[in-house]
């Protein structure tokens, strides 16, 4: 048998559970992980410089490419308290992460000492195991046990909390024999498929409502298929968003309070069944239960059993892995399509898309300064289907859903549940390290892009580059925006006059000194008809000098998202003026039919 330290086996069983990159924050506690991590070899390791961006690192890691499991790092104390927001955004989008923290001696963990702190029972509520190991032999076991639990049923992050003398104690340990526990998925029946089935053909006007966790379960081919079998019209959760191309005749549009198209709202309210597959129905997708449900019978699956009826009672519920359904669901389809017995959806398919043409958004506006709409055309001519966006929260995520287009899973990469502001520049340095040859473009409104400025310079550092596009207000758009119910306007201007950079007006940060002083590329924007050539130029300079650059869009101070006001997704307020001829909407998938 080896002998090695329990800090050494746990690398070693990293590398065999398919880890090669790890992000995080050195500290004297984890410093045995560190030495362990140096001389085996074969992880590489990004320097964040703040703990909690190593946690978005590790989730935007991820959230790139199917079996990825992204790894942050630090002590326990403020390390670990910093990354529990990544936890918790990774717990709630069901994004499988391992935090790993360096603790105090078991002996002193209980004595106040230095940095020591119950980081387990933190963490508990926003993983799937948390626990600080005690005894060196049990640490093999537990970062395999940790493997299991991230992978199976419904995904998730785990921490595990090593005491420094833990770490340094020497245990017996075979790597080479080392084998990963078996994924437990559950899987549904025939019976299930076929009843489910049933029920979707006895509508009249079906949808699939189609979420994260099918491209979780990388099934996105097998959903496509399924719903050309079938000619059911499919909607995309936000967290689901390019399950289906966004130019497909299926694709219907996404459905919400907030990111939501109008012809989508429009489809679903006409529609009598909905089949979810791998979703949550999330409050800002279904809005009032009363207006989501009415008049329609829902079949919902979802891997994990107690999140079916969770929000409302399904009419049938499937505990089943997305891809496990689905290949069933093709393969009953398949049959029933052999033997004529499949309703004609063609009709029904084709008013979706007829709503598609007619109930559009205007983009295309001349102001300056600018109005946000005109920036996601711009990047709409910019940037192909190839592109892996990356997003967390604010009004510039809500009109990106609103107006860019996303073609394959996993280009678009938000931060659904948590939403936490800082997300954005961290996750996509983690999108851009697990795929380094894509073109990867982060969207941020300036307090979003403020909150982990520092992270910029992990992408100078470590040569990552991407392009991020930053609309400046000056303003907390959203809370803004949400503060009219309220009447007020109330601690949520940014502005003020930059005595080092008076051409800024109430603009206040100067995001181009900032990002050039943290080793970066900055270009203002200021003109509308002057995004285009920006985002040309963005691209050069990231591939030259493999930096991030950044592309700041001065817009008008308010502007008002379309959104509900009243939870109700049959009441969603337009604020601008609606798209009345094509060249109002000239990057829309769909030309505008008047």
Avoid at 128 to 133: E, F, P, Q, R, W
Avoid at 223 to 232: D, I, N, P, S, W
Avoid at 308 to 334: H, K, N, Q, W
Avoid at 377 to 401: C, D, H, K, W
Wanted: hydrophobic share 45%.
């Amino acid at each position: 048998m080896a002998r090695m330290t329990a800090a050494r086996a746990a690398v070693e069983i990293l590398k065999r559970e398919g880890v090669d990159v790890a992000f995080g924050v050195p500290g004297a506690a984890i410093n045995p992980f560190y030495a362990a991590l140096k001389a085996s070899g074969g992880i590489s390791h990004t320097l964040a410089r703040h703990v909690e961006g190593a946690s978005h690192m590790a989730e935007g890691y991820t959230r790139t490419h199917p079996g990825n499991i992204g790894v942050c790092v630090g002590t326990s104390g403020p390390a670990g308290t910093d990354m529990i927001t990544g936890l918790y955004s990774a717990s709630g989008d069901s994004i499988p992460i391992l935090c790993i923290t360096g603790q105090a001696p078991t002996a002193v963990i209980h004595k106040e000492d230095f940095q020591a702190v119950d980081i387990a029972s933190i963490a508990r509520p926003v993983t799937k195991m948390a626990v600080t190991v005690l005894e060196a032999a049990q640490v093999p076991g537990v970062f395999q046990q940790a493997f299991h639990l991230m992978r199976s049923g419904r995904p998730g992050p785990v921490l595990i909390d090593l005491p420094i003398d833990v770490q340094t104690t020497e245990i017996e340990f075979d790597p080479d024999t080392y084998e990963p526990l078996p994924v437990y998925r559950p899987a549904a029946t025939r019976a299930q498929i076929e009843k489910a089935l049933g029920m979707l053909n006895a509508a009249e006007r079906p949808l699939i409502v189609a979420g994260g966790g099918v491209v979780g379960a990388d099934a996105g081919d097998l959903l496509v298929r399924f719903a050309e079998l079938t000619g059911t019209p499919v909607v995309p959760t936000l967290m689901g968003w390019g399950v289906i191309p966004d130019d497909h005749e299926l694709n219907a549009g996404m459905v919400g309070l907030q990111t939501s198209h109008r012809y989508g709202n429009a489809t679903f309210l006409e529609s009598d069944f909905v089949l979810g597959i791998g979703n949550r129905w999330a409050n800002r997708h279904t809005g009032r239960l009363d207006v989501y449900t009415a008049d329609r019978t829902f079949v919902h699956v979802d891997v994990e059993p107690t999140q079916i009826g969770r929000i409302f009672a399904p009419d049938y519920g499937i505990a089943s892995d997305a891809r496990a359904a689905l290949t069933l669901l093709v393969e009953v389809a398949e049959e029933m399509a052999a033997a004529g017995r499949l309703p004609d959806r063609t009709a029904w398919a084709a008013s979706a898309q007829e709503r598609r043409a007619t109930m559009q958004r205007r983009t295309h506006f001349d102001d300056v300064p600018m109005k946000p709409q005109r920036v996601y055309e711009e990047m709409n001519r910019a940037f192909g289907p190839e592109t892996r966006y990356v997003t967390t929260i604010g009004l510039s995520q809500i009109a990106g859903a609103q107006f860019l287009h996303v073609h394959r899973p996993r280009h678009w990469i938000n931060c659904g549940q948590a939403g936490p502001l800082g997300w954005t520049v961290p996750a996509a340095l983690g999108v851009a390290t697990a795929d380094p040859e894509a073109q990867v473009v982060a969207l941020s409104g300036d307090y979003d892009f403020q909150f982990m400025i520092e992270e910029l310079a992990v992408g100078a550092q470590h040569k990552i580059p991407y392009v991020h596009v930053l609309v400046n207000n000056a303003y907390l758009g959203l809370i803004r925006q949400a503060q009219r119910a309220f009447d007020i306007d109330f601690q949520v201007n940014l502005e003020f006059e930059n005595i080092n950079s008076p051409e800024l007006g109430v603009y206040g940060v100067d995001h181009v000194k900032v990002a050039e002083g943290l080793g970066c590329r900055a270009i203002r924007v200021t003109d509308p008809d002057d995004l285009g050539p920006a985002f040309e130029q963005a691209k050069k300079l990231a591939a030259e000098h493999r930096v991030p650059v950044i592309v700041e869009a001065i817009l008008e101070r308010v502007t008002n998202i379309a959104m509900s006001t009243t939870n109700d997704i049959g009441n969603v307020v337009e604020f601008e003026p609606l798209a009345t001829e094509p060249g109002h909407a000239p990057t829309a998938i769909t030309p505008l039919r008047v």
